[in-house]
């Protein structure tokens, strides 16, 4: 049976789990936006986004910096319940 804190533990994953698939849902729509301004861009009619293109690609990787900090705190939670499995399990012999 698990103890509290490592059920809470589980449940810190599933948070994070949530965070890193919506922020990889906003992320996929700043690409497609940025896709598609630079797409209605035509230069020879002085069509350009640039500002808008730079904010989203900004957004975008903030959104990455988001993504990549919650699945490093998911991996050390993971990783800390391994080894205090391994340890829990080392201290019984």
């Known amino acids: ?3 509290p804190e490592e059920e809470s533990l589980w449940d ?6 949530k965070e890193i698939e919506e922020l990889s849902k906003k992320k ?3 690409e497609a936006k940025i896709k598609e301004l630079m797409f ?4 020879s009619k ?6 808008e293109i ?4 900004q957004k975008k990787l903030m959104t990455e910096f988001e993504i990549d900090c ?9 990783w800390y319940l391994e ?11």
């Open 40 to 43: 209605k861009e035509d230069p």
């Open 28 to 30: 996929k729509e700043y």
């Open 12 to 17: 810190e994953i599933s948070r994070l789990s």
């Open 83 to 93: 080894e205090s499995k391994i340890f829990d399990k080392s201290k019984k012999h």
């Open 46 to 51: 002085g069509i350009y986004f640039h500002k």
């Open 70 to 78: 919650r699945r490093k705190k998911k991996n050390r939670i993971l």
């Open 54 to 57: 730079f904010e989203l690609q």
């Open 1 to 3: 049976m698990s103890n």
